[in-house]
Structure formats: structure tokens, C-alpha cells
């Protein structure tokens, strides 16, 4: 089956907030594209002047739906923020399929990259060594693409990309093996120093503190479980909304958000040649950490984010006594943050992330004093 034929047959995910602009633009390549299954996955109003930019984008995608499909909504009734909404949605698609594309309201998509994550889907889906495909390549003048139509790397991107259920349930929002993983220096060996430190800071605090992101637990998904990505010769995606006051996630430099934004969009010729070997491409891992991780963290830095750690570490051991005394934490929470029920049905391991970094060290002393008085 070729382009356009309308029988397209891979679960199509499209994830929305409040962005009505760059959704329709997002949107039309899934409607050309027509496929039999949409899945739509949108997060509840952050404040009640979000409620009417939230429905609207919702009302768009459902009065523009205009060809025969199975559509299915995942729509959050309250604001669950990045860190909760995305993993919970993409849980949700996987309890119905084994493989799924997913696009953000910011990604706009050549028709060919639906085509070309079909087929790596297809191809590679019985390879553990694989664990997603990437519709992003920021560096198409890397040295291997001049002889392949894809590489295998270490840094595939989510800027428009496509799993597996296989890949996703090893996926952990709250990266509990870090710790182990850390000492190892598992992930040293591919990075480069720059790479390291920026990760050892990121996952130390992802694993001690409230943390809105869930893209970076990704990336440690794919090291720790030893799977590359698929990123492909041409860039068959553009990111329409970095930059854009209303985005989620904000490049963190105008220079990245210039070289983001300016890599040509460009389709790519189907079917691929595919590599004999599996084997991550170092060059162009090298190339595309030397672009993104660039600020040279110092030793007096590194002091500073090591005796932070050291805080929130303690303070989390605290909390995790804390949180085996159900009625001492649940009345804080409920005090504090006037949680309903569902708030307070989390697992044991999860409760204390509604807390901010600030108020668990607040939390824990509170509490090592509660235990002091105690006595």
C-alpha cells in the first residue's frame, strides 16, 4: 500500500491543550492522511480563563474529523500537567494497540512521515533493540546519511515519532532505578562530558522533586533499557511552537529555537534501503550533543546542584517514612492542597510528587519534628 490510499491502518495519536492555532496547522496532515483509528489526548484547563482556549481546540478537532474512523477521546476534566497527562494518555492508547504514531498540537508532519514510521513499526517490531522511531533529524548533513537512509542513535527525538507497547511498558515517569544506574555511569559511555552532567542534574531531580516534564523519563527509558532510536535522513517534521508563549516546553536558547525551527522540511522516498547492521551511529550522536548540550557546567556548579541533591535526597528518605503514616500525610495534603479523593488514591511511591521541592523539605522537617515531640 502506498501514499494516499486511504487505508491507513496505524493508530494516528494527536495530543492537544489549548493551542488552536498550531493545532489546525498539526492537524490537517492527519486529515489528509485519514487514517482508521484517531486517538486524541488532551489535558484539562491549568486556570478557568484556559477552560474556553481548551474547548475550542476541542471543538475544532471534532467538527474537522471529516471521514469514516474509530475516534477515541481521552479528555482530562482537570489540569494534570505534562509530568501526568502525557504518560496516563499514552498508557491508555497502549491498553488498546501494540504500536501507535504520535503527534503534538506543535508538530507539523510531511504526509511521508506517517508512511515511514509505518514501516519501521512493522519492520522492527520484534527487535528489542529498537524502542521508538523518530520523524526528527536536526543534522541531515551528518556523514551517514550520505550512504543510509536512516541511523540508529542514542538521541532520537520526540518531535513527532511512533513505539511500541513492547517499548513503552518499560517506561517508569519516576526513573526509580537512577540511583542504581548512576553509580555505574551507565549512560557515560555515549555521552560527552557536557551530556553527562546536564543528565546527572536533570535525573537527580527528576528522582528527588516534583518535576513537570515526562520526556527526559523517556530518554532514560530508552538507556536504561538499551534501545536505540530510528532518525531518518530527511527532517519530516517541523516544530511549529517552540518559542510560542503559550507552549509547554520553550527552547531554552533563541539559538536553539532558530536551529529547531529552520531545518527543512522534506519528505522522504519509500520504500527505504534498509542498514544490514543495528548499531548506533557515534558521529552523529556526537554532532547532535554538541548542538543541544553545549553549557559547560563548572565546579562550582556542580557544588551547588550536588549539596541541592544531597537536601532533597534526605528529605525525600523523610518523606518516604512520612508517607507509611497515612493519616499524618493525608491530613497535610488535604490541608495544604485541598486534594478530593482521587488525589489522595495515588500509590504510596507517588503521593509525595503533588508536593513541590520547597515544601517537601518544608514537609520533612515538619515531620522530624512531629516524631521529636513524639517521643
Known amino acids: 500500500m502506498g501514499m494516499n490510499d486511504n487505508s491507513f491502518d496505524v493508530p494516528v495519536v494527536m495530543i492537544v491543550y489549548k493551542r488552536l492555532d498550531v493545532t489546525k496547522e498539526a492537524f490537517e496532515p492527519i486529515r489528509k492522511l485519514r487514517p482508521k483509528k484517531l486517538y486524541i489526548i488532551s489535558d484539562g484547563p491549568r486556570e478557568h480563563k484556559d477552560k474556553k482556549a481548551v474547548a475550542e481546540v476541542r471543538q475544532y478537532l471534532d467538527s474537522h474529523i471529516d471521514?469514516?474512523?474509530?475516534?477515541?477521546?481521552?479528555y482530562a476534566e482537570k489540569n494534570m500537567g505534562l509530568r501526568y497527562r502525557?504518560?496516563?494518555?499514552?498508557?491508555?492508547?497502549?491498553?488498546?494497540?501494540?504500536?501507535?504514531?504520535?503527534?503534538?498540537?506543535?508538530?507539523?508532519?510531511?504526509?511521508?512521515?506517517?508512511?515511514?514510521?509505518?514501516?519501521?513499526?512493522?519492520?522492527?517490531?520484534?527487535?528489542?533493540?529498537?524502542?521508538?522511531?523518530?520523524g526528527n533529524n536536526l543534522y541531515p548533513e551528518a556523514k551517514i546519511f550520505k550512504t543510509e537512509d536512516i541511523c540508529f542513535s542514542s538521541f532520537a527525538t520526540i518531535w513527532g515519532w511512533a513505539t511500541w507497547k513492547r517499548a513503552w511498558k518499560k517506561y517508569d515517569v519516576n526513573i526509580r532505578r537512577w540511583p542504581e544506574l548512576k553509580k555505574k555511569k551507565k549512560f557515560k559511555k555515549f555521552m560527552t562530558p557536557n551530556t553527562w552532567r546536564f543528565f546527572s542534574i536533570v535525573f537527580d531531580d527528576l528522582q528527588y522533586h516534583w518535576y513537570r516534564t515526562w520526556g527526559y523519563q523517556w530518554n532514560f527509558n530508552m538507556w536504561a533499557n538499551d534501545m536505540l532510536g530510528i532518525v531518518p535522513k530527511c527532517n519530516l517534521i517541523k516544530n511549529i511552537g517552540m518559542g510560542n508563549e503559550m507552549a509547554e516546553h520553550p527552547a531554552d536558547t533563541q539559538e536553539k529555537i532558530d536551529h529547531v525551527s529552520g531545518v527543512e522540511l522534506k519528505g522522504i522516498k519509500l520504500p527505504i534501503n534498509y542498514p544490514k547492521h543495528v548499531k548506533r551511529d557515534a558521529d552523529y550522536d556526537v554532532m547532535f550533543q554538541n548542538g543541544f548540550f553545549t553549557e559547560k557546567?563548572?565546579?562550582f556548579k556542580r557544588i551547588k546542584y550536588a549539596i541541592r541533591a544531597a537536601k532533597y535526597e534526605k528529605a525525600y528518605a523523610t518523606i518516604k517514612e512520612m508517607e507509611k503514616d497515612d493519616e499524618y500525610f493525608n491530613?497535610?495534603?488535604q490541608?495544604?492542597?485541598?486534594?478530593?479523593?482521587?488525589?489522595?488514591?495515588?500509590?504510596?511511591?507517588?503521593?509525595?510528587?503533588?508536593?513541590?521541592?520547597?515544601?517537601?523539605?518544608k514537609s520533612a522537617k515538619k515531620y522530624e519534628n512531629y516524631l521529636r515531640k513524639k517521643k
Do not use: T
Not at 471521514?67 to 481521552?74: F, H
Not at 509505518?118 to 521508538?132: C, F, K, N, S, T
Open 335 to 361: 490541608d495544604k492542597y485541598k486534594l478530593d479523593k482521587e488525589g489522595l488514591k495515588l500509590n504510596p511511591g507517588d503521593r509525595y510528587k503533588l508536593i513541590s521541592p520547597k515544601e517537601m523539605c
Open 86 to 134: 502525557m504518560p496516563s494518555g499514552m498508557a491508555w492508547v497502549f491498553e488498546k494497540e501494540d504500536r501507535a504514531i504520535f503527534i503534538e498540537d506543535d508538530i507539523k508532519a510531511d504526509q511521508s512521515f506517517f508512511y515511514f514510521c509505518r514501516d519501521m513499526l512493522e519492520h522492527y517490531a520484534r527487535d528489542e533493540r529498537i524502542g521508538m522511531i523518530s
Open 331 to 333: 491530613n497535610i495534603l
Open 67 to 74: 471521514w469514516d474512523c474509530k475516534v477515541y477521546r481521552n
Open 297 to 299: 557546567i563548572g565546579i
